[in-house]
């Protein structure tokens, strides 16, 4: 089975969701062109980018067989099927689900509510959204804590998010509270297992891409 | 590789996550034991559930080695891998990953909106959220209507939703069209070619879980 390769990643390299595909290639060693959409000036909304992408998201992977593939978890298990090593993504079907689990939980409640609360709250945002609305934002500031709160308790009783290793559950969860600087906040007081996890992590040579 | 098996669903069966599940086992004709939450009275916020699943959501998994999964798409990867034929989410790494965007595109435009304009404007279902956002939940109704144009274009091109064949992106997205009758409303005129789906989809033995 000849796998077609990856060309080229579309990305805005500042955006959360193309950070998760370039700590993700980073951890596999994997070095690829990268072409920047500058999404703060609508370039992502654009036909040109619509038609090649099928949607006005970044990341974007073009692989050799000229298709296209968006949204940044699959691109990295395809990723990971073209580079198994290091394993990001489960090594057998029971780790992959848990992974997966964590991962999602990761994106849902911790990487979701602090994009919310950016995307609605921070008026240079308002370029990201059709529609801000304040009130939302608001009441995703207090689900984020206690999702931060709900992380910080799991990293009390487990090395990493999904089990004993670094996974794809962590770079999600880097990248989410690495975008809080743009909140000018942190964790809530007393987070210590989070923000030590939060150290081992940052210490990680693909956490300067 | 002895995998553990599937032994019971925890779930709340009207819910559109549980559905998923549901009609995706339907698919595979496994049948397992149905335990019910009653999420309208709480009983996912409870302590016993929580402790049991680690996350207040549903569908919760119970596995034969005595753990428990959580996150509708990571329990469906793994029945997929106990349960390979008929194949929903993939057979090779390429697919995998073009099933995965269709998938994650249904679940963020569609589901996603569709769930966000129920949860925020319905007022019997303030019980599933901590704070009802009224405003959030109009400013969804104009995403949810351009994601379903954007369904409606896509199924123009394609008889499913990720391609040829019937998958786990259409189990997602007909469970948030079927959603919809809480709004009472359907999908925008004109959108033709997602009615005529619609159609094919409910017409098939799963669609009635």
Known sequence: MSLPTLVRIFESHRAPNPRRVSIFLAEKRVEVERVEVDIMAGEHFADAHRKKAGSHHVPVAELSDGSFLTETVAICRYVEALHPEPNLMGADAKETAVIEMWQRRMEFSVLQNIAFVARHTIPAMQALEHEQVPEW??????????ALKG?????????????????????????ALDFMRVLRRGPPDGCEALLEWHDRVKARPSATV
Not at 137 to 146: H, I, L, V, Y
Request: some cysteine; hydrophobic content about 45%; charged content about 30%.
């Open 137 to 146: 934002g608001r009441a995703c500031a207090s689900r984020m804590e206690e």
């Open 151 to 175: 992380l910080d308790e799991r990293l009390r009783e487990s090395p990493f998010i999904a089990g004993a290793r670094f996974t794809i559950a962590d770079i999600t969860a880097w990248v």
